[in-house]
């Protein structure tokens, strides 16, 4: 780790109360700001900035900079999107120090409006390997270059900030899966509940009209009978736009995405062994019942089961069958290994489609989660 090279104990400290950032309410901007601020003022830099990188793209889209004034900002007008010197912490992520940026081969000048800079510190911030952004400083006091110090104490912060845009980026997946969830719930409900009732109140109406005898009641309920039917026409297109909204694509790749976001809760990568093809849209309801089940399992085993391993293995033929099996503690009476786990969840969203759930201990220790339902033809991939 970077501050291992911090001999400092003042600096130390202080790096470790901002470090501690990451656990605060502020927002993701919030956070990258201040980690910019205390980045320059622990090193003496004048200026700081951080640019985090667009996933679409690969340049550097938010950009967050500290030192420069109102009307600098203004002036400088569009941010950078990690060109010259900038560039080379984005195509080979290791730091960069310079003492002349104007001397470097890889300057190309600044940008009219811009204050001169001369010293540089560039750190790029990875967090397991993965590259979110670069965060630089500037203009160190008394023109002194940035030392290795310097480069370890800003490493640790740019570690810091790569932890919270990976959070932040992991929180919007789970919204994004939970809004996917509320839409199939919905839908089931305009479904099963609202449609049912409208039709029905349709006949009753309907049979109550055709024993009126005044000629203008019996057409004002013929009116609401046509009004109730163009409701449900309205309710139904409803129901298929958002059973529309659903990903289509595989829904194995969806797997997939849920259990990079619950990496870092485990604090390592799942063994994902995944086999046979299930379109996404082949049925809506099931997606979202999947993807909650390799939510909460995974979930789980970061919470409760010490894990070192946890592999999730899924097969799609005329069931779907889903496992996941961790190497932790096993279940342990008393210890939540129970409903606390949120087992009841899983076993409704098994019984939802006529499945099931278990729960053991395999002879080699741990945990084995086990969850199946019946596949229809148009569950799988090309069925």
């Given at each position: 780790m970077p501050f291992r090279r911090i001999d400092d104990p003042s600096r130390l400290q202080r790096l470790i109360q901002a470090v501690m950032l990451i656990e605060s309410d502020l927002s993701l901007d919030g956070i990258l700001r201040r980690l910019v601020e205390e980045a320059c003022d622990m090193t003496g830099a004048r200026y700081g900035a951080l640019g985090v990188i667009d996933i679409e793209t690969g340049d550097l889209g938010q950009f967050v900079t500290v030192g420069l004034t109102d009307d600098e900002e203004r002036a400088i007008g569009a941010r950078p999107t990690g060109r010259g010197v900038l560039g080379l912490v984005t195509a080979d992520p290791v730091p960069v120090r310079i003492d002349d940026l104007a001397a470097h081969p890889a300057g190309v000048g600044f940008p009219p409006g811009h204050p001169p800079m001369t010293t540089f510190l560039g750190v790029p911030i990875?967090?397991?390997?993965?590259?979110?952004?670069?965060?630089?400083?500037?203009?160190?006091?008394?023109?002194?270059?940035?030392?290795?110090?310097?480069?370890?104490?800003?490493?640790?912060?740019?570690?810091?900030?790569?932890?919270?845009?990976?959070?932040?980026?992991?929180?919007?997946?789970?919204?994004?899966?939970?809004?996917?969830?509320?839409?199939?719930?919905?839908?089931?409900?305009?479904?099963?509940?609202?449609?049912?009732?409208?039709?029905?109140?349709?006949l009753g109406v309907q049979g109550v009209a055709s024993t009126v005898e005044r000629a203008d009641l019996a057409e004002r309920l013929d009116r609401v009978v046509d009004d109730l039917d163009a409701t449900i026409r309205t309710i139904r297109a409803t129901i298929f736009d958002l059973e529309e909204a659903l990903d289509h694509r595989d829904l194995w790749e969806l797997v997939v995405d849920v259990a990079t976001e619950i990496v870092p809760l485990l604090g390592f990568e799942p063994d994902l062994d995944l086999a046979g093809g299930v379109d996404a849209a082949g049925n809506p309801s099931l997606v979202p019942d999947v993807l909650a089940v390799v939510r909460e399992a995974l979930t789980n085993v970061a919470k409760h089961a010490h894990a070192t391993r946890v592999v999730v293995s899924a097969r799609a033929g005329r069931t779907l069958e889903l496992t996941v099996t961790d190497d932790g503690t096993g279940i342990v009476p008393g210890a939540g290994g129970g409903g606390g786990l949120g087992l009841a969840n899983l076993q409704r969203r098994a019984e939802r489609h006529g499945g099931s759930l278990s729960i053991d201990q395999p002879d080699s220790g741990g945990t084995r989660l086990a969850w199946s339902v019946p596949l229809t033809g148009g569950h799988r991939a090309g069925g």
């Open positions: 990875t967090v397991r390997g993965d590259v979110y952004g670069n965060l630089y400083l500037t203009d160190r006091d008394g023109g002194d270059p940035f030392d290795e110090e310097d480069e370890a104490l800003v490493a640790t912060l740019g570690l810091a900030a790569g932890i919270a845009i990976e959070n932040a980026r992991m929180h919007t997946r789970i919204s994004e899966l939970n809004l996917l969830e509320d839409r199939d719930r919905i839908a089931r409900d305009l479904h099963d509940t609202v449609i049912q009732r409208l039709f029905a109140i349709g």
